[in-house]
Structure formats: structure tokens, C-alpha cells
């Protein structure tokens, strides 16, 4: 996917005066995040859950090599092919050769954010393969020609009305059709789909390495279709999506699904392990795993950065954090939005161009807090930050901003030394009389009219450092 | 809550309430004093580091650390009216000398001895009968600040501390859990993020129909007060240092 994450601050801007748009996002305080919230309480030893399932998370990153190993080989003994692809362009041309192979026309697609790195949809289109998204807001997103504005529900930016006028445009259904109207005839359409299609692609949620077997967690059931129905499946799955044994995913699905919508299982929970064994009824004739890198080893080889491989993209950070509630998902610039995002999208595109979106965060913690492997997000952003000032990613484009450089380099000086910080305290209350007004300060000039724009600046008085002395007497 | 009631502690007055605040300073002296604990303060302190190292000048913040770890070094109980300086000496100091072992191991000492005041007063004297009450009839919300909340994990000591006031019960406001947008040096790189993030706060805050809001941060309560301000909003913001000094006989 081509990157935008150079305009990240306008675009959050403009998402920030949509008043419709914020509305839906202000909904994911009390809906996805507080059903979150319940269901990890109702939950018996939660916190040892994510303890154990964060355990397992480092140990099989740690070892990524011999997981993968193991998983490739129990994917082909169960008669499974399976693709590692450095790139997305490299799983793009893996998945288009299978499809040339098996004469495909037709492709129905689970929800997979990996396809969306790859830009799948588009380069199906351009070898005349018609591709069809089946989970519902996915749909919506594919008709209005759009990118997901979140993992778990990628058409939450849309109103209702714009819902009824995509589907009216592409399926013909009246403008005033109710809900259950419109999700109708989104169903026969889909059912179709599913029934002509030569090739099912879906994403992965997990991938447990001892049996080999593709694990998928969806709502709405298209995701069993889109394995079980086509004669070719095809699985892409970034490389950090292994789990060790089928005895951890009890502990990934109770975290994933209650983190993820806060239910306590989702409808479906779909296990495929190799294409339709002989003695099977349903199932297709061939089962292909492509395994996709796309930078993930940049992570990979850095300590600071490792742990945001952990990550099982349920959602919660993004429900949980008050910038994405503000920026929306669209704002980030690429696949990943939100907290997670805004370390991953800058590691697997380019890091100074998206130098934005790690200083996008007041470092509250929230997405730490909703974590259900208790990634520690704002260590990375502050890990990012330090990166970009000290130019490590491009030197070329070394400082930020050699203002902000100079600035910090002032600040540095005066307060090493008590004394300094006296004088320039002095100073400053000297400076600081002019721009009172009725005892407050409502305007300074640029760069604190971004403070004041909003709020009242507080005034410099006589420090305590100075006051404690009169206290000791 | 340690056997040994400490009988002086050193104070980390922190660079906000130095220059802008001093009150809270001064109404921090005069609770630890009027609970029969001496404070101490060195005069040479400035400043933690945290505004450099959270914008990602890490190197322009590692000498204000070091400054910190020599002035505190035989410090047994060192006290600080704000959740986000003690993370920043507690949390991520560590972050910031992972390459240096020597730094680390005093980084690793220090840590255990620093305090932020809700959890000095609550976890370490256990005030649970303080001699006080609501002398001025304040109706109070309590804005949880972020640092103290996920950095320290401390969620319930300030709201205790307020609740044994008699004649003081907390009205909590919706979502006090959540970020004000301040985030340091955020709140000017993206105002209008921050200034939404600000917004919902100040709105909570006139839904509760509290006349004042307690915190353990000068710098949320800077943020939070400036925005009512601008918008004449006649709520006071108050630290949890000044609502006990007032109340505490």
C-alpha cells in the first residue's frame, strides 16, 4: 500500500472537524473499549492469561526461526504448500502465479490486513481477476474504494447514510432500506460470490506451529466459507503470527476475542490444517500458505522494537487510545493505525517519513493498559523519538526541527544549574508582564500560541526554590 | 506499607511547581510537617529530564538524570508532588541508561526510594484517619493522571486520601481515567489533538457539576485549568497537596 504517512497532521485535522466521523469514534470509548473492559473482569485469572500468553509471545518471537521451521514443515506434511515471501511484491506474484495455474476468474477474500500491505485487491484487478472482500465492512470498504479505518471494524468511519448509498449504487437497494434490508442483499450478493468463486484468500489469525494449522476468528461466517467452499485456498499471514502449540490457543482465543469486540467467543472459530484430506467431504483441493516478511525482520533484528511483534491485532489499543478516538484510522497514513500502528506502519514503510506518527501520543498509556499481551507501546514510541532526533533511521534528515534542536539544547543549559534557572526565571517574569492580561495570559506569540490557542498559559511567579528560605527562616 | 514510619524525607519539588506553582510545594511541606515528618530540600535540584527525554532528546536529558541520581544518592525516602516525574526516575530512567550497566544499577537503587506523594501518604504512613475535614465545602472530582495511573499502577491511594476526608466525598466525573491531551511537549506539536483531548475532559467536568478538580500533576492540572480558564469556566483545579493541606488540621 502506498504510504501517506507524510500528512498525517493534516489529515487528523480535517477527521477532527468532521463532526459525523467523531461521533462514531467517541462510540468506541463505551463500546468496543468498556465491553473489553467487562469481559476481562468477568474473567478468572485474566491477568495470568495475558501474563502467560505475553510469555509465550517473547519466547516464540525469540525463536522465531525454529517456530516457522516447524510450522512449514507440519503445513506440508498435512499436504499444504507453503510460500515464505520477503516482500509484498514477492507474495503478490506467488499468490497471482497460483491463480494463473488454476485458471481463476473469480477470488473470495477474508479479512486479512497482510493483503492490504500487498495491495492484493488491485493487483488481482490488473490480471482481470475479480476479487471480492466478504466481511461486511470490508465489503463496504472494497464499494466505496477505501482502506479499513480500523483492524476489527474497518468501516466504522461510515454513517449509515453513506452505507445505503454505497449499496444502492452497487446493488441497487432503495436509499431509505433498513438495516436488515441492507445487510440482505449484501448476503445474496456475497452468497454468490462464494459459490462461483475458483480461489479463497484469507488472512490468519494465528498459526500453530506443532500441527500446522491456520487459525481464523470471524463474526460472519465468510471466513469458513472462504476456506472450505473455492477449490484453491490460499492463507497469507505476516511471519509473527505463529503460535507454538494447540494447547496456546486457548489462551489467545479467550484473550484475542474478549479484547478484540468484548464477546466471549466470536460465531466463528475456523481451524484448517492442509487442503481436503481423501476421506474429507468438504475442503479444497489445495491448501497454500505464503508467509510474508514485508520489514517484519527490521523488527525483528532490533531489541527496542521486537516487542511489537507480539502483537495479535485485536483492536483494543485503537479503541482505547484518545488520539485515535480524535485522528481516526485514515489519519496514520497506512495499513496500521492507532497506537500499534503508529510503530509498526513507520518500521515497514520508511520511519522518517512517517516521523509523525510516534510523537502522535500524549504517552497516556491507555493502549499499554488495554493491551491483552501487555505490549509496552509508549516505551516504543519513546524509542522511535529518540531514533528520529538523533537521525538514526536517515541522517540526512537528521533534526526535526533545528528550532525544537535549539530549544532543548537552551533548556539544557539552564536548568543543569539552580543559578541559571533563577536567572531565567527573573527574566522571564520581566518578559511575561507585557502579555498579561487581567492577570492571565490568553495569547503568546508563536510557538506557544499552539499552547494558548487553547488554553491560558500559566505565569512565572517567584519559585519555590526562593520561598523555602523564607520558610526555614 | 513499611514497618518504619520515615521521620524525614528529601523533596523533589519538581521544575513545574518551582516556577509556576509553588503552592503545591509549600501546601506538600506543610502536610509531611504536620504529619511529624521533616523535609528536607536540596537547593541544587532543577528538573528531572522528562520534557527532553519524552520528545526524544534523550542525550540533552541524560546529564539532568545523572544530576538527579548524584543529588538523591543517600536519599532513604525522596517525596514528589507528581506522578510523572517519579515514573520518569522509577520507570524510565531505565529506558534511558540501557546501555550504561553502572548507570542502571543506580538507577535500579534509586528507584525503589522515590515516591509520589498520593503514594507516600498512602502506602508508606498510611493515612487513613487523617485529622481533617472539608472545611471549605468543596465538591471535588478527581482527574486520574496517566503517568501515575499505567506507569505506577497507583489508582486508588489519591481517591482514598480525599475519601477520608469527612464531609469530602469524591463526585467522579465520566472517564476520569482518560488523558487531558497535555502529553508534554504534544500538547503544542499537535494542539488541535490535544485541544479535543482537552475538550472531552472539560466537558466531563461540567457534567459532574464538581467545583473543583483534584489531581496529582501540576501539569495535567495546568493544562486542564488553562483550558477552563479560556472558556471562563468557574471550576478550580486544585493539587491533591493543596486539597490536604486545607483540609488537615
Known sequence: MTSTTKNFKSAAKTVIKDTEVQSHLKGLYSGFNMARIHEAEATPNWEDLQNRAQAIKFHTIENLDYYLDMAATNVEKAGGQVYFAKDAAAASEYVLKVAKENGVRTVIKGKSMISEEMELNQQLAEKEIEAIETDLGEYLIQLA??????????????????????????????KDATIEEMAGAARDELRDKFVQADMGITGANFLVAET??????????????????????????????????????????????????????????????????SEEEDGPDEFHLVIVDNGRTKMLADPNLREALNCIRCGACLNACPVYRKVGGHSYGWVYSGPIGAIVSPVLTNVPDAKDLPYASSLCGACKEACPVKINIPRMLLYLRNELTEGNYDPTRKKSSIGELVAFKGWGLIVKDPVFMRIANWLGRLGQWPLVRAGQLRNLPPPLSAWTRYRTFPRLVKPFRDRWKSNEQ | MSNVTPDRVSLFVTCVVDQFYPEVGESTVAILRKLGIDVEFIQSQTCCGQPAFNTGYWKEARPLALKFLDEYREKPYIVM??????????????????????????????????????????DVIGVNNLPASNKSGRKVTYHEACHLRRELGAVTQARSLINTVPGMDIVEMEQAEVCCGFGGTFAVKYPEISGAMLQDKIDNIRDSEADTVVACDSTCLMHIAGGLEKQNVPVECVHLAQLLDEAIE
Not at chain 2, 92 to 100: A, T
Open chain 1, 145 to 174: 474504494g477505501q482502506t479499513p479505518y480500523h483492524i476489527i471494524v474497518p468501516a466504522i468511519h461510515m454513517s449509515r447514510g453513506e452505507v445505503a448509498e454505497i449499496l444502492s449504487d452497487n446493488l441497487g437497494t432503495p
Open chain 1, 212 to 277: 500446522g494449522t491456520l487459525t481464523l476468528v470471524t463474526n460472519e461466517g465468510n471466513g469458513r466459507m472462504s476456506t472450505s467452499m473455492p477449490k484453491t485456498h490460499i492463507a497469507i499471514m505476516g511471519m509473527e503470527k505463529i503460535v507454538p502449540s494447540m494447547e496456546d490457543m486457548g489462551i489467545f482465543l479467550r484473550l484475542l476475542i474478549r479484547s478484540a469486540t468484548g464477546q466471549r467467543i466470536s460465531s466463528y472459530v475456523t481451524q484448517v490444517t492442509g487442503p481436503r484430506a
Open chain 2, 81 to 122: 508532588p507528581s506522578g510523572s516525574c517519579a515514573s520518569m526516575v522509577k520507570v524510565f530512567y531505565e529506558e534511558l541508561f540501557q546501555n550504561d550497566a553502572e548507570t542502571l544499577r543506580r538507577v535500579h537503587d534509586i528507584g525503589p526510594k522515590v515516591y509520589e506523594l498520593s503514594e507516600f501518604l498512602a
